[in-house]
């Protein structure tokens, strides 16, 4: 579950570094996207890693 959060935190960081979604800190500042990116990464391989050890 906390994977999953993850990588729905980091999707919503990467795009309102990308000006997709609106927001006073974050928006437009392309560190967002970078750290975005990288939790949405992380959230997936968890969740691979999650998946494989139960299937």
């Known amino acids: ?4 959060i993850v990588a729905l935190a980091g999707a ?5 570094g990308l000006r997709v979604l609106p927001s006073r ?3 437009g ?7 975005g ?3 949405v ?3 997936i391989a968890v969740l691979s890693r999650i998946w494989r050890r139960s299937g």
Do not use: N, R
Request: net charge negative; glycine share 4%.
């Open 37 to 39: 990116s990288a939790m």
């Open 12 to 16: 919503a960081f990467a795009l309102q």
């Open 41 to 43: 990464l992380a959230g």
């Open 29 to 35: 500042e392309p560190i967002w996207i970078v750290i």
């Open 1 to 4: 579950m906390v994977a999953v």
């Open 25 to 27: 800190v974050m928006y």
